[in-house]
DNA sequence: GCCATTCATGTTAGCGATATCATTACCATG
DNA sequence: CATGGTAATGATATCGCTAACATGAATGGC
C-alpha cells in the first residue's frame, strides 16, 4: 500500500519510505500496471475520441487540442478515425467501449443507431464535435457547417460576385461536406442569384489533385463563372493551381475560395479567401468539457452546447 | 467460461448457448471489460507509437500504415507525439509501458539513456522507424536520412546545377533533418562543387511561412544561387511561394526541391521535384514486423533491418 | 455393454493494483 | 499517566476476467 500511495503522490508517505521505494523500484526496474490499478480503482484514466481522418490536417488539429488538453490532467487518448464511415464508428465505438473510458469524443452528429444505443448505456460523458447534430447525446462543441458556408457566400457576394459554382464530394459519406453544400445553395436562393453551379468529385477527403479536376470541369461547362467555393482548402489550392496552369489570372478571371483556413491557403500565391474554424480549439473545449464533467459527476453538464467561431478571412484570390 | 469464450469467438460453444448469450448480451447492454481480460490473460491488444507531430502528413502517414495493419490483427494503437523532444518522449513511453504494450514503434533513433533502459527492460518488441540507427535498440524499419538527401544533390548535379543552397531548421532538434543536411554537405564536398549555403530557420517542423522566410534569406545573400533544396516539401513551398511573388522564374532564375514527396508537391505549378520516401509503408512494416514477433515469440528478429525504398522525383522546379 | 474419445460446460484460483478498515507509533494535553 | 488525536503503515477483500483443470454428456468402436 505505501509504494502505491507513493506512486500516487499521497502525502501519507513518509520522506524516509518514499525514498527506500524509489530506489528499490529503480534497482526493480518496477513499472506500475495500470491495466490492474483501473480494475481496482474504476479509473482507467483513458479518453477515447474518433476522427474522420488524421492526415486531413484539420482534424490532426483537433486531436491535437485533445491531446494537450488531456495531458494536463494526466489522461491519456484513445484515437481512432473512420475515414467517414459510420459502420466504421460503430465497431471503433464498440471496441474502445470494452477499454471503459471515462468519456469520449465524436466527431459529426450522425451515427448509426446501435452506436447511440451503446453511448447511452456506457454512462460516460460524450461530446461531439465540428457540427450542431439535430439530436445531440449529450455535450456539443462545434458550428454550423451550413451557417459557415453561407456566411461566405454572403461575404463574396456583397463584393460582386454573382455566379457561383461549389466544388465538393460525392455528398453520400461526408456529412459535414454536405451540409456546407447545402448552406451554399441555401444563402443562393436567400440573395436570389443565379443557380449555383455544383460539381460533386470523388470520396472525402476531396484531394488537392480531385480539386484541380474538378476546377477542369467547373470550367468547361460554366466558362462564366465568376468565383468557385470549395468544400476545403485543399481542393481550392487545387482548383488554384489548375486555373494557374490554364494562364488564368485569379481573382480577376475566376475568383476561388476554400474552407477551414489550411496553412497552405495563407502560403500560396495568391493567398485563398477561406473560413476559419478553429479546429484546435474544438478540440481542446471539447476535452475540456469532458473533463470538468468527469471531475464533477455531481452536477453533469448533459446537452450543454459550445458554439466556436467562424470567420471569413478574406485574401487576394476573391 | 461460456460467456468469455463466446466473446472470444472459441469453437468450443455450442450454437444454442451461444446464441442464448448474445441475446443477454444484448438485454443487459454487457460491454466486456478488457482491463480485467488483459489482466487475467496477460495480454492487453495495445501496440504503443510515437511520433514527432500527427500534423504533419509524413507521420501521419505512418500512422495510417501502423493503424491499418494492426487493425487485421484486433490490436489497438496507442499513440503519442512528442514534438521532436527526446524528454517528452522519454516520459510518454513511461506512461505506455503502465498500460503494458504488447509491443513498441518509434520514430528516429535518438532516445534518452532512461528510454533505453525503460524499453530494454520492458520485454517487448520495439522498432525504431524513419532512421538507422548507429545503436539500434531492437528492429528496425527505416532509411538513410543522408543517404536519401545525397541521392537528391547528386541527381540535380548531373543536370548541371553547381550552387547549391540548403534550407533547413536550426538543427539541435530534429535529428533526421540534421542527417539530411549532413548528407547534403557531404555530397557537395564528394562532387568537389562550391560550398554549399546553408540556411537554418526555426524550429521543426519547418513551415511553410518558414520556407519562403528562409528563402528570402537565401536570395538576399547569395543572388547566384541555381538550386535551393528544402529539409521538407513544406518548406519548399513556402520557397517556391516566396520566389513567384518575387516575380522569379522556376527554374529558369532558381531551381526548387524538396523532400518527402507530399502531396502539395505533386500539385502545385511548378510541380516539384522531391524524395520519396514511402511513409505509409514504413508504418505497415513496422506494425508487420512487431506483429510476426508477438505471434512468434519463440525466435524473435532482434536487431533485424529493414531497409525501405527512397526515389528521387523529378519534376518541373529543377 | 463397456471404455475411450470428443465436445460442451463448470469450478477454482489467480492476475496486480486500490478501497477500506485496522493497527501501530508517537506526541500533546490536562 | 491516561486519553485522544494524528501520521504512517499494514491486512484483507475485491475489481472482472481468463488459464487451467475438472466434470458431465454424448458418441462410437470393438
Not at 75 to 88: F, G
Not at 175 to 182: K, L
Not at 207 to 216: I, K, N
Not at 282 to 303: C, V, Y
Request: net charge neutral; aromatic share 6%.
Amino acid at each position: 500500500m505505501s509504494v502505491s500511495r507513493a506512486l500516487k503522490n499521497s502525502d501519507l508517505v513518509s520522506q524516509v519510505t518514499r525514498e527506500r521505494i524509489f530506489k528499490a523500484i529503480d534497482e526493480l526496474g518496477y513499472v506500475l500496471d495500470l491495466s490492474a490499478g483501473s480494475l481496482s480503482s474504476k479509473r482507467t484514466g483513458f479518453v477515447a475520441a474518433i476522427v474522420p481522418s488524421i492526415n486531413n490536417s484539420n482534424f490532426s488539429d483537433t486531436a491535437r487540442g485533445i491531446t494537450d488538453e488531456l495531458e494536463k490532467t494526466g489522461l491519456q487518448l484513445l484515437l481512432a478515425y473512420n475515414d467517414y464511415s459510420a459502420e466504421r464508428e460503430e465497431s471503433q465505438i464498440e471496441a474502445m467501449l470494452r477499454r471503459r473510458p471515462e468519456g469520449i469524443i465524436l466527431t459529426g452528429g450522425i451515427h448509426t443507431d446501435r452506436s447511440r444505443r451503446m453511448l447511452e448505456n456506457a454512462g460516460i460523458p460524450v461530446v461531439e464535435t465540428w457540427d450542431l447534430p439535430a439530436k445531440p447525446i449529450d455535450q456539443v462543441v462545434g458550428f454550423s457547417n451550413a451557417d459557415a458556408m453561407s456566411l461566405l457566400v454572403k461575404t463574396l457576394a456583397t463584393k460582386g460576385y454573382r455566379k457561383f459554382a461549389y466544388i465538393g464530394g460525392t455528398t453520400e459519406r461526408d456529412t459535414r461536406g454536405n451540409q456546407r453544400r447545402a448552406g451554399f445553395q441555401s444563402a443562393i436562393a436567400e440573395l436570389g442569384l443565379p443557380e449555383g453551379r455544383v460539381v460533386s468529385f470523388g470520396v472525402p477527403p476531396i484531394s488537392m489533385e480531385q480539386g484541380a479536376q474538378a476546377m477542369g470541369s467547373v470550367l468547361s461547362q460554366w466558362p462564366d463563372t465568376e468565383v468557385a467555393i470549395c468544400v476545403s482548402d485543399l481542393s481550392a489550392f487545387g482548383a488554384l493551381m489548375e486555373c494557374q496552369r490554364r494562364g488564368l489570372k485569379i481573382p480577376k478571371d475566376i475568383a476561388i475560395a476554400g474552407f477551414g483556413n489550411y496553412e497552405i491557403a495563407a502560403c500560396c500565391h495568391p493567398r485563398i479567401t477561406s473560413v476559419d474554424i478553429e479546429c484546435y480549439e474544438i478540440g481542446r473545449l471539447a476535452a475540456r468539457k469532458l473533463i470538468n464533467t468527469i471531475q464533477n459527476p455531481e452536477h453533469p453538464s448533459r446537452n450543454e452546447l459550445v458554439l466556436t467561431n467562424i470567420r471569413v478571412i478574406e485574401r487576394e484570390s476573391t
